[in-house]
Structure formats: C-alpha cells, structure tokens
C-alpha cells in the first residue's frame, strides 16, 4: 500500500463549480499537509498547508484535515479556468522538506 | 529573483549515453533537492543537498545515477549510462532551510530511446 493514494483523475468541472480533490494516508505520524498546484510543463507550487485536522481557507481554496479517517481534502469554490491543473498533495511526519511524501496528483480541467 | 532554474528542457538521447541535467537554485537558498516524476510514480526524491553537502542519497535509483553540488549556485545530476526506463521529468528544487517554503524549477524532460 502506498503512503499516499491520489486519484489521478482527470476531473473535469464547468466553470464555477465546487471542486473537490481527496488523498488518503496510511501513516498515522503524518501531521502536515500540504496542497501544491502544477501547471503544464512547470513545476509545482505550494498552494497551501496546515497541520491539524480542521479546515484552512485561503480564498477560494479551503484545505480539509481528517486526521481520524486519514482524508485530506482541497476544495475550490467558483471555479476558474485559470484552476486548470493537476494538484499534489504532499504529508510529512515532521514539517521537513526532506521527508515531504507526495501523491501522484490529480488533474483538474475547468471547462469555461 | 529569476526562482530555480533547470537546463535543458527537454533532452533526447539513446540508450547508452551520458546524460547531464543542470540546475541554478535561488541565490540564498542553502537546500537543494532533485525529484524525478512520473505518471506511475508520482514525484519522488532522488538526493539533496544542505550547503552544497549532499546528505540522504537514498532515493537514488542505482549507480548510474550521480549528483554534485560543486557551488552554492549549480548543481548537476549526471546519468550514466541511461535507459529507457529512466523517461521521466526531473526537478530541482531549492529553499532557505529545510521547513521554508520549496521553490521548484520548471523541470527537465527526459526521453531515452
């Protein structure tokens, strides 16, 4: 079992829809979560990151921890064609990068 | 600041032959990381650097695979020799300590024939 399962998608949305992204985890001792956006053929970006379970907001991104059921979930309301991308969520044990486990990454398309 | 910047962007070589990808961190960054990335896989770490030092080689596939951080601004990944198994998208990636934000290049593709 991978430590980080991502669907791979591809998703594809109307625009402004809610969007919701999910990863679930195996190991308990992950404690941050991170959400990074990849556009085509550039690197990621660190979109957001929290560390316990609850909801973050940013905008029209809120980040979603259930560390109880080890779901994570990124929501985007009123979706934007400028959303289109795939989206990587990453989980560390101890807020290093060097220990960062990332998912495989979901592929959105916001259809205008 | 220009952010991290990998050459070539793409690369296209035989099985067999050397292949060099290169990397320019942020000036100030004292961390470096090259992932490779597939469909299969995802993004994986393949070293990392602390002040030009590489410290956890472990995600180094095999010996073919080699990495130097000769100054604070270059890094190199060297295949040698390379396979077709080895197609994938490398990034460099820098930041100022090993908690602060990670600034990814725009990656390098690499095609073995």
């Known amino acids: 079992q991978k430590e980080v399962e991502q669907d791979p998608g591809p998703l594809s949305v109307p625009e402004g829809a809610i969007v919701s992204l999910n990863c679930t985890y195996s190991?308990?001792?992950?404690?941050?979560f991170m959400w990074y956006r990849q556009y085509s053929r550039k690197g990621p970006e660190l979109l957001m990151y929290?560390?316990?379970?609850g909801n973050k907001e940013d905008g029209r991104f809120t980040a979603q921890v259930d560390k109880s059921s080890k779901y994570i979930s990124l929501f985007i309301r009123d979706s934007q064609p400028s959303d289109s991308a795939t989206y990587l969520c990453?989980?560390?044990?101890?807020?290093?990068?060097?220990?960062?486990?990332f998912g495989t990454g979901t592929r959105l398309t916001i259809i205008p | 600041d220009a952010g991290v910047i990998q050459s070539p962007r793409h690369e296209v070589t035989e099985m067999g032959q050397e292949v060099t990808l290169r990397c320019k961190p942020i000036s100030g960054h004292d961390y470096l990381f090259w992932y490779r990335q597939t469909m299969m896989r995802g993004l994986e770490l393949l070293i990392y650097f602390n002040n030009n030092v590489p410290i956890d080689d472990s995600g180094m596939p095999e010996d073919r695979f080699s990495a130097k951080m000769p100054n604070a601004s270059f890094s190199t990944l060297k295949i040698q020799p390379s396979e077709p198994r080895d197609s994938a998208v490398y990034f460099c990636?820098?930041?100022?300590?090993?908690?602060?934000?990670?600034?990814f290049g725009s990656g390098t593709q690499l095609s073995v024939l």
């Open positions: 929290t560390y316990s379970s």
């Open positions: 990636a820098s930041s100022f300590g090993t908690d602060e934000k990670l600034f």
């Open positions: 190991n308990s001792a992950f404690q941050y």
């Open positions: 990453a989980i560390d044990a101890n807020f290093g990068n060097e220990k960062l486990t």
